[in-house]
């Protein structure tokens, strides 16, 4: 085995991987990025699981993107929290550099909002919690993630929710950000006004809405062109569905409020009755709900999961060049979104 590779496309570059890398050996891959690969490897040890990103140098400094793939890098030798994906080596070699991660083997969110079709507020209101101690703890380390979607959301063997991701991670100043970032379906008003704006507060937006696609099952963007979609979301145009209970709806309408100043911060929103629900429950049952197990996310030992259409699939790069926007694509969001052309928006670096 040693000595041999593996052929794999990297950003459009044909690149070969060798199977054992430092002490890390390649079981195989289980993911794919707009400027790397995943995949899941074991120490030669130990026989321990990881989460390896691999990257090609050549394609990070073809498109400029050395410097935030650095800046994640460091962000997240930072982080120590049970709801961040962990890094736990890095390994450079000549062509590739890979980073080995905590490996979350209930996969992502998203396909969890898929398999549920609409995830009760019960399941979802423990996946927020941990999500809003996260971006708290996120926030105290002065760094705006500006990236949050259930994509970059992941499960582990528990069913632990955990923030992955950090390639557009920011450090937090007395400054405004001025870069729009993120996926657009995602981004609060300012950021698609192309504002400057601020990254505590974009989070917590994004927050409202994966909270509102966890409850609803879809996204709350109902325009079927990009330009009047852009402006639904400018004038923060959403409504929330009768079935929500109103607890939950005002957390969303919180999180989601067009001024930013008046979103709160994760640690009030902790605070929120929302959450005493769940102590209710927990005094009920014993125990904290418990999230049914999604399948694994390796798809060679476990059958793929039939896709609904009741949620989108949001996988594809907004602008490979400008390396910023990761758009929600929408294909077959059942009576939200028909159809939105791919289009970039005008990128404006920092």
Not at 311 to 318: G, P, T, V
Request: hydrophobic share 40%.
């Amino acid at each position: 085995m040693e000595g041999a590779y593996m052929k794999c496309c990297i950003a459009d570059e044909d690149v070969e991987v060798p199977i054992i890398f430092g002490k890390y050996k390649i079981i195989k891959i289980i993911g794919t990025g707009a400027f790397s690969i995943v995949a899941l490897v074991t120490t030669l040890s130990n026989s321990q699981l990881y989460a390896c990103k691999i990257c090609s140098r050549k394609s990070l400094n073809e498109n400029n993107l050395f410097y935030r793939f650095e800046r994640e890098v460091r962000t997240l030798q930072t982080l120590n929290h049970p709801n961040i994906v962990r890094l736990y080596d890095v390994v450079y070699e000549d062509n590739l550099i890979y980073l080995i991660m905590e490996y979350c083997q209930h996969g992502e969110l998203f396909q969890f909002i898929i398999d549920q079709q609409r995830v009760p507020e019960f399941l979802a209101r423990n996946i927020f919690k941990q999500l809003l101690d996260a971006i708290a703890y996120i926030h105290s380390k002065s760094v705006a993630h500006r990236d949050i979607k259930p994509e970059n959301i992941l499960l582990d063997a528990e069913n632990n929710a955990k923030i992955a991701d950090f390639g557009l991670c920011h450090p937090i100043t007395n400054k405004l950000l001025e870069t729009p970032c993120g996926s657009p379906f995602y981004a609060p008003p300012e950021v698609i006004a192309n504002e400057q704006y601020d990254g505590k507060a974009s989070d917590v937006w994004s927050l409202g809405v994966v909270l509102f696609t966890m409850v609803t099952g879809s996204l709350p963007w109902r325009q079927a062109n990009q330009t009047q979609l852009y402006l639904q979301i400018q004038n923060a145009d959403f409504v929330i569905p009768g079935f929500v209970t109103p607890n939950c709806r005002d957390i969303i309408q919180r999180c989601m409020s067009h001024n930013p100043s008046e979103r709160p911060m994760p640690m009030d929103l902790m605070m929120h009755p929302w959450f005493e629900e769940q102590n209710e429950m927990a005094q009920l049952f014993g125990s904290k709900p418990r999230l049914p197990v999604p399948p694994p996310a390796d798809f060679n030992l476990a059958p793929q999961p039939r896709q609904r259409p009741i949620i989108i699939r949001l996988k594809q790069s907004f602008s490979a060049q400008a390396g910023n926007y990761h758009p929600v694509l929408p294909q077959n969001l059942q009576s939200v979104i028909r159809k939105v052309p791919r289009q970039s928006m005008a990128i404006k670096r920092n």
